[in-house]
């Protein structure tokens, strides 16, 4: 579904992408709502940092 011309398949990815990173953020105010411990949840370095992606 990623593909240089795949726009299609690309925006799908890319919806996914999104709503993970959402669930992430609703997850972190429930922890804070909830006065919880805080917790680390891990990154992506692709996604923290996409200048360090490589490209073919």
Known sequence: MI???NSEGNAV???AIDAL???T???ERI???LKLK???LEG???LDNPSK???P
């Open 31 to 33: 922890v804070s709502a």
């Open 25 to 27: 953020r609703t997850i």
């Open 13 to 15: 990815v890319q919806a």
């Open 38 to 40: 805080p917790i680390k």
């Open 53 to 55: 992606v490589k490209t």
């Open 3 to 5: 593909g240089a011309n």
């Open 21 to 23: 990173m959402d669930q």
């Open 44 to 46: 992506s370095d692709s």
